[in-house]
């Protein structure tokens, strides 16, 4: 692999803080989002939270709406652009229909998950967006960018809802021996030292989740953002039972829906679905990743960016 810096292609170029805000099922909003871009972050949504379907297009105007006035007023300081995430899963009914709106829009990032189709990619590319996919182990990642993906999400152990089992060390070093395209790593990242570390491991961004649960503008419960606050990586459990792919939970959740979070039972992957049962089951079901001993206190997501830029920053310093 080249030691030069690498090439970002169109949006993903130029950002204010190597971290790509990681879209939450039912959690991100446009407020969320708005919030995340204007602080120097990607903000992402998935297209599903959106629903009914016909409001995707409502969301993506006033996202796009508040990102351009933002900038108009902000000429020497851009927000970072926002991304939807597209669930390419034979599950997902809705797919066209949100990927046409994207096209219309021309959403600048298109995060694809749980499947990789070249017609998805190229829909992106036919106005410049680019695409991430995300993947939990190298062969998956050779079959995204076989189909046209621009870039990959490295789903490690510990992240947030679906999680994958790869230590980051691991699943980046494989990724980086033979591409060299853009490369976003994701597992309990919540802080600015965790940002740092990702980008020393070869990545070029930090994947950030469930830290941003706990913030102002997401549309959580209260009882969630509490729950976050308060706990830490013993918590956190993981299992396939709720939509067929292995996730990781927060047990309190587990435990209020009558279950016991040490004995779970294990789901048939074939009925993986992500209609409205999926949504019941992250609604009561709370997604989240291992790095939350890391979050101390709500706050919005102004003040959290911040932080992790502070951070950041103190963290460079000690490795002179």
């Known amino acids: 692999m080249s030691n030069t810096p690498r090439k970002l292609p169109g949006a993903l170029a130029n950002l204010p803080f190597p971290v790509i805000g990681s879209p939450l099922f039912i959690i991100s909003n446009p407020k969320l989002v708005i919030a995340q871009c204007k602080a120097g972050v990607v903000g992402s949504m998935p297209a599903l939270n959106a629903r009914p379907k016909e409001q995707l297009e409502e969301w993506l105007i006033e996202i796009t709406e508040a990102l351009d006035a933002y900038n108009a007023a902000n000429p020497d300081k851009p927000a970072a652009p926002f991304a939807?995430?597209?669930?390419?899963?034979?599950s997902n009914d809705r797919l066209d229909y949100d990927m046409a709106m994207c096209v219309k829009y021309k959403v600048p990032i298109i995060i694809t998950s749980l499947g990789a189709r070249v017609e998805i990619n190229e829909a992106a590319h036919s106005y410049g967006g680019v695409v991430l996919h995300d993947v939990i182990n190298n062969t998956h990642a050779h079959k995204a960018i076989e189909k046209g993906a621009d870039g990959l999400i490295a789903v490690a152990a510990g992240a947030?809802?679906?999680?994958?089992a790869k230590s980051p060390f691991a699943l980046i070093a494989e990724i980086r021996q033979w591409f060299d395209g853009p490369v976003a790593l994701s597992g309990a990242i919540a802080t600015g030292q965790g940002?740092?570390?990702?980008?020393?491991?070869?990545?070029?961004?930090?994947?950030?989740?469930?830290?941003f649960i706990a913030t102002d503008e997401a549309r959580a419960t209260p009882e969630y953002k509490d729950a976050i606050v308060a706990g830490n990586s013993d918590d956190i459990v993981l299992s396939n039972l709720f939509t067929g792919v292995h996730g990781n939970y927060l047990a309190p959740s587990i435990k209020a829906a009558g279950l016991d979070p040490a004995n779970l039972p294990v789901s048939d992957p074939s009925a993986m679905n992500f209609g409205g049962d999926a949504k019941k089951a992250w609604k009561d079901i709370w997604g989240c990743g291992q790095g939350i001993g890391s979050v101390s206190k709500v706050q919005t997501t102004g003040e959290f960016v911040a932080q992790l830029k502070s951070q950041f920053?103190?963290?460079?310093?000690?490795l002179v």
Not at 160 to 164: E, F, K, P, R
Not at 313 to 318: C, G, P, R, T
């Open 84 to 90: 939807i995430n597209q669930i390419v899963h034979k």
């Open 160 to 164: 947030g809802g679906h999680a994958g």
């Open 195 to 211: 940002v740092l570390a990702a980008l020393a491991m070869g990545a070029d961004f930090a994947y950030i989740g469930s830290a």
């Open 313 to 318: 920053e103190q963290a460079k310093a000690a």
